[in-house]
C-alpha cells in the first residue's frame, strides 16, 4: 500500500492500493480517490482489453476531481496491464478477462478464449475480490468501439439513463455474453449496478473526456 497522499489540484485524498499482478507481474493498482469514511463507492475501470484504451483517458482525468459528498471513487486504470502492453485483446495467456467470470461461462476459443475454467486468470480473480470487497454501489467498465451504453440486465436502468443523458451517449441493450464481469457482478450483488460504457473508436478528445467525468460524479452522488 501506498502513503496517502492529496492531489495538488483538490483537496480529495488519494491513495493507491495494490490488489494482485498479472500473469506477467505487472501490478494492478487501485486508486481511491474520496474519504474512507464514504458510505458510497463507485469503481471505475479503464481498460479490460487492451486494444481499448480509450477510457484510460477518463479514469485518469478523474484523479484530478472531488467526489461528490459521502462517495469515495475507486479507479482501475489497467485490469489487464499485460494486454495493454502489448495491445492485445487479452492477457498474456490469450485470454479474453470479459469471458473468464465464472457466472455464465462457458468455454470458447480464439480471439473471445474464456480460459481453461472460470475465474482462470490471475486478473479475473483480483476484480472478483476488489468488488466482493468493496461492494461498490455503481460499476463501469469501459469499452471500444460501438459508441453506446449497454443496457445492461440487471442493472439500474435510472443510472445509465442518467449517465447517457450526461455523456451525450445513446443507450441500447446488446445481446448476453458468457461470463462477462457485469453479469456476474450484477448476478451475486443485487441492489448495485455494473454496466458497459462502450465507447467509440480512437482516442477521447477532451471534451468528451469531461463529459465522461461529469457523467461518473453524476452517477456517483446519486
Not at 166 to 191: C, D, E, I, K, Y
Amino acid at each position: 500500500m501506498l502513503a496517502l497522499d492529496v492531489h495538488p489540484a483538490t483537496t480529495a485524498p488519494i491513495r493507491a492500493v495494490l490488489i494482485g499482478h498479472s500473469l506477467q507481474g505487472r501490478p494492478l493498482r487501485l486508486v481511491r480517490i474520496g474519504r474512507s469514511s464514504a458510505t458510497r463507492r463507485v469503481l471505475v475501470v479503464g481498460c479490460i482489453h487492451g486494444t481499448e484504451r480509450a477510457g484510460l483517458a477518463v479514469t485518469r482525468a478523474l484523479r484530478r476531481t472531488v467526489p461528490p459528498a459521502g462517495t469515495q471513487l475507486l479507479v482501475l486504470d489497467e485490469v489487464n496491464p499485460d494486454g495493454c502492453a502489448h495491445r492485445t485483446r487479452g492477457n498474456a495467456h490469450g485470454v479474453d478477462l470479459n469471458r473468464n467470470f465464472p457466472w455464465g461461462w462457458r468455454r470458447a476459443a480464439g480471439v473471445y478464449a474464456s480460459g481453461s475454467g472460470p475465474a482462470s486468470e490471475p486478473e479475473t480473480r483480483a476484480a472478483m475480490r476488489l468488488i466482493a470487497r468493496e461492494r461498490p454501489a455503481v460499476t463501469i467498465w469501459f469499452h471500444q468501439h460501438m459508441d453506446l451504453i449497454d443496457d445492461t440486465r440487471g442493472s439500474d436502468p435510472a443510472v445509465i439513463r442518467r449517465y447517457a443523458r450526461t455523456a451525450h451517449m445513446r443507450v441500447q441493450r446488446l445481446p448476453l455474453l458468457h461470463g462477462t464481469a457485469t453479469r456476474w457482478s450484477n448476478h451475486g450483488f443485487p441492489g448495485t449496478t455494473s454496466f458497459v460504457v462502450e465507447l467509440p473508436a480512437g482516442a477521447l478528445g477532451a471534451q468528451a473526456v469531461r463529459r465522461h467525468v461529469a457523467a461518473i460524479r453524476a452517477i456517483a452522488g446519486a
